[in-house]
């Protein structure tokens, strides 16, 4: 069972335009959500999160937005930019477990087309 | 500084041999996970170490697998009488401190393929 799902396989967006990630969980555990992400053949590298007690997080282009009420988080990228065509992971993690371990979504491949 | 390293980047062994899989994490940092990658799928969590003990095992699919960090510091995957199905990236993650809001470094991965 999926705990954290991203419905979105892959995504195409022009240069400049805003590019839109989404991530759904059912855990209500959850309350730390991160973004990584990864280009091929290398390790998934951290993006941006955001605390179950904000609704919105900001780090340049990327922003990310979270809804509790409806499990829902997404990340804004604008301007896109070609660079950013990557794999994006959508990550949760539950405080209470002691490992902290992330439980990952599928991934959406987002292609940012010049 | 230097980031995640693991050893080696490919790994294609024949079904029912023995794998070790090698992660050297950042310095200084105490914390170390094990995610498994399958296909078209995402990171899946293994196994998780505080300085030397496994805090959590509860990721590792079955007894074919075992995971040591006998010093705090690399840790080995290990990975008993192969199975095609164990075909994947095993990737390592290390953190500097095991805390809810604290980062997971990942290193590239090692792409294991069970002929």
């Known amino acids: 069972d999926q705990q954290v799902k991203q419905n979105s396989p892959s995504l195409s967006v022009q240069e400049g335009r805003i590019s839109i990630l989404n991530c759904d969980y059912t855990?209500?555990?959850?309350?730390?959500f991160l973004w990584y992400k990864k280009y091929p053949a290398e390790g998934p590298t951290f993006l941006i999160s955001?605390?179950?007690?904000?609704d919105k997080n900001e780090d340049g282009r990327f922003t990310v937005f979270l809804n509790k009420s409806a499990k829902h988080l997404s990340l804004h990228i604008v301007p896109s930019q070609p660079g950013d065509s990557a794999v994006y992971f959508c990550?949760?993690?539950?405080?209470?477990?002691?490992?902290?371990?992330?439980?990952f979504g599928k991934g959406t491949k987002l292609s940012v087309i010049p | 500084g230097a980031g995640v390293s693991q050893t080696p980047s490919n790994k294609v062994t024949e079904k029912g041999k023995y794998v070790e899989l090698r992660c050297d994490p950042i310095?200084?940092?105490?914390?170390l996970y094990w995610y498994r990658q399958s296909l078209g799928q995402g990171p899946e969590f293994l196994i998780y170490?505080?300085?030397?003990?496994?805090?959590?095992d509860s990721g590792l699919p079955n007894d074919r697998f075992f995971a040591v960090r006998p010093e705090g510091s690399v840790s080995t995957l290990k990975i008993q009488r192969t199975e095609r199905g164990d075909s994947a990236v095993y990737l390592c993650?290390?953190?500097?401190?095991?805390?809810?809001?604290?980062?997971?470094?990942f290193g590239p991965g090692t792409r294991l393929t069970v002929l």
């Open positions: 170490f505080q300085g030397t003990g496994a805090a959590d």
């Open positions: 855990n209500s555990m959850f309350d730390y």
């Open positions: 310095s200084g940092h105490t914390a």
């Open positions: 955001i605390s179950s007690i904000k």
């Open positions: 993650a290390s953190q500097e401190i095991a805390g809810p809001t604290d980062t997971q470094y």
């Open positions: 990550a949760a993690r539950s405080s209470g477990a002691g490992s902290y371990q992330l439980t």
